[in-house]
């Protein structure tokens, strides 16, 4: 039996309730999905050990650089397919999904090969210190040799969102971390399977989920209905795909690999500050959910309303986003830096790690406003099209000026915890500045695919 369509146009209506409803259950979505490694570095932080806590959290930028890829490519899916939605271009609606689940298909093989080949070189140039490497090898092929589920839930939630469709993936995902905490508990504390029940447990969670929203798109009543008899690659369609999407991919992958280079001069500073960035890590994820929640609606709203042609609504839709990016950021601020240490704590309750956490958290959370601006300037760039300015202004400001940063800190000023940090505000601050001007001077219409 086909299921009702959940398709929401965002064309016509009030804008600010339009972004709102769209984002609420993104934003719970994500906090969801981050709930994946919370739990596990809570889980090994608190019943496995401190070495096991810091490998769980040390292997962020390798997962990030090959799944970001993967993410930055499918948002260029999601933007075309939002695109046409908007404009009722049903025929290429279905291409367009169609050729993104054969890709999917395609990817989720080369980056299981890649990541279980390239970590050890990449565990390398981390310097990741020699009692932590055991566990962050084992959690890492564990992890690649079971992305495909993630890979396809972000696809599948990726063409539901473009639609307006943003509910089901939110379900899908809440079922799938409870799923996550669950075995979480049961494979560390019951079977005392350490990290390698945390990845177990991370990889069945992402099955459930990707089986979940593939099923949805398998019964769908609308022009997003996946038919396996129609699975092929579209080769117009994959080039609006790759044109729209592979700038967002190098940003995220480069910019995953730059972080390669800034968590090893947090490693060098030991197991105990390596723990203290996992928990200010984990804590800075959910500051930065709602800003990036909005920027995903914004993303949506503005790739449809480019679809009719509706630019006037296009700049009103990213006042709003702007607005909505700045309280919903702002406010959360000031408990988290004065329940900073028992934030840390929560993750874990060494004294150093403490210590070392709530440093972070307290020297950095003043700068998140900074970065309000700038990503919705971008959602709003990349809904429209245009995903190759956002990705040179954050290659540069992420990559090239924080490298330059951190070196020159590091070798010539002081070569202490504060100042290497504090390259992540320094970072956002050039890339507000960079996206401000260049958003003023942009012409939304311009970069329309569809």
Not at 403 to 419: D, G, K, M, V
Request: net charge positive; glycine share 8%.
């Amino acid at each position: 039996m086909a299921q009702k369509t959940k398709t929401v146009r965002m064309t016509e209506g009030k804008i600010t309730p339009l972004i709102i409803r769209f984002a609420i259950p993104l934003l719970l979505g994500n906090i969801f999905q981050q709930l994946y490694n919370m739990v596990d570095s809570w889980v090994v932080g608190n019943y496995v050990s401190n070495e096991a806590f810091s490998a769980v959290g040390t292997v962020g930028p390798i997962i990030n650089m090959l799944i970001g890829f993967f993410m930055g490519l499918s948002s260029g899916a999601s933007v075309v397919i939002s695109q046409y939605f908007g404009a009722q271009k049903e025929d290429q609606v279905s291409e367009t999904v169609h050729t993104a689940i054969m890709m999917t298909i395609v990817l989720s093989v080369l980056i299981t090969i890649l990541g279980i080949i390239m970590m050890p070189v990449l565990l390398g140039i981390m310097n990741t210190p020699a009692e932590v490497l055991p566990d962050a090898r084992l959690y890492l092929t564990i992890y690649f040799a079971g992305v495909s589920g993630l890979l396809f839930y972000n696809i599948g939630s990726g063409i539901l969102q473009a639609t307006g469709d943003s509910k089901r993936p939110f379900y899908y995902l809440a079922t799938a971390a409870v799923t996550n905490i669950i075995l979480d508990l049961v494979f560390v504390i019951v079977f005392h399977m350490g990290v390698e029940g945390v990845a177990f447990a991370t990889v069945i969670a992402q099955l459930i989920s990707a089986v979940l929203i593939i099923f949805t798109l398998l019964k769908a009543d609308s022009c997003i209905r996946l038919v396996p008899s129609k699975l092929k690659m579209h080769w117009d369609q994959l080039a609006k795909i790759i044109r729209v999407g592979i700038p967002a991919a190098l940003q995220m992958a480069i910019i995953s690999f730059s972080n390669i280079f800034v968590q090893s001069y947090i490693n060098h500073f030991g197991a105990d500050c390596m723990s203290g960035w996992t928990a200010y890590s984990k804590i800075d994820a959910l500051m930065l959910l709602p800003m990036q929640s909005i920027g995903l609606a914004t993303t949506t709203f503005v790739g449809q309303n480019i679809g009719v042609g509706r630019v006037d609504r296009v700049k009103e839709g990213v006042k709003t986003g702007l607005m909505l990016s700045l309280v919903s950021t702002v406010v959360p601020m000031i408990p988290v830096m004065i329940f900073a240490p028992q934030l840390v704590a929560f993750f874990n309750a060494k004294k150093e790690v403490v210590d070392y956490g709530t440093l972070m958290l307290r020297w950095i959370s003043p700068f998140y406003a900074l970065t309000c601006s700038s990503n919705i300037q971008s959602a709003a760039l990349r809904g429209s099209g245009d995903t190759k300015a956002p990705m040179l202004m954050m290659i540069f400001s992420f990559v090239i000026f924080r490298q330059i940063y951190l070196f020159i800190t590091a070798n010539f000023i002081s070569n202490t915890i504060i100042p290497i940090f504090m390259g992540y505000p320094a970072g956002w601050l050039v890339c507000t500045v960079l996206t401000a001007i260049y958003y003023h001077k942009a012409d939304l219409g311009r970069g329309a695919v569809a």
